[in-house]
């Protein structure tokens, strides 16, 4: 059985080492990004099954990739897990604010997980998200 790619976007290297070594030991092929820019261009490359992001990053952040996603007809259907130290509630106001400024309704991510995350909690998540 081929192992499922799962992208992990984020600028923080502990998180990105606790998070790959999860998706490792767990059967599941990480790909690795620092930012929402090298985020996308992987998520072009290798398509993978699922994508977790944080939402806070230099350059292009987690906000601006979730949206240049669910607008790419190449990307939308990837389920995306955000990762963050924001609190839910604020994260999803933002969508909103963005949402009536721009225009242009994205979809919710299919799950929104607080740091630090809980293990058995991403994983069971991240199965549900690719139907494992």
Request: aromatic residues 6%.
């Amino acid at each position: 059985m081929k192992k499922k790619r799962i992208l992990v976007v984020d600028d923080e290297l502990d998180m990105r080492t606790f998070i790959t070594t999860l998706l490792e030991t767990s059967g599941y092929r990480p790909i690795i990004a620092v930012n929402g820019e090298e985020g996308i261009q992987k998520a072009r490359e290798k398509k993978p099954a699922a994508i977790i992001l944080d939402v806070m990053m230099p350059r292009e952040g987690g906000i601006q990739m979730y949206r240049e996603l669910k607008t790419d007809e190449a990307l939308k259907d990837i389920p995306v897990i955000m990762l963050s130290a924001i609190a839910k509630k604020t994260f999803f106001h933002s969508q909103q604010v963005l949402n009536t400024y721009r225009g242009q309704k994205v979809p919710e991510p299919a799950a929104y997980i607080e740091k630090p995350p809980e293990t058995e909690e991403l994983l069971q998540i991240l199965e549900q998200c690719i139907g494992c």
